[in-house]
């Protein structure tokens, strides 16, 4: 089993967020893994980093990236509105 280092940058949406990004990051990995079970480990490493970023955006926040070890997230709400706002 692989292990991912998650950090979320506002301590008080990890409890919320946490939860939720770990299951959908387990279905996906899930569905990986049905639809290619000899080679699931390596497609779902590759793409690691799109699984995380639409992972985020389905919850609301924003993948921010890798940094020192650590996939690090965002769910303020100034980040949740991004591409979201209305033209006047």
Not at 64 to 75: K, M, N, P, W
């Amino acid at each position: 089993m692989a292990t991912v280092k998650i950090k979320i940058l506002e301590p008080a949406a990890t409890h919320n967020h946490l939860p939720a990004l770990t299951a959908a990051l387990n279905r996906r990995f899930e569905d990986t893994k049905r639809k290619n079970p000899l080679g699931f480990l390596d497609q779902f490493e590759e793409q690691l980093e799109t699984h995380f970023i639409e992972a985020t955006h389905e919850l609301g926040g924003r993948y921010v990236g890798l940094a020192e070890g650590e996939h690090v997230f965002s769910f303020t709400s100034e980040v949740s509105r991004v591409g979201h706002q209305a033209v006047a």
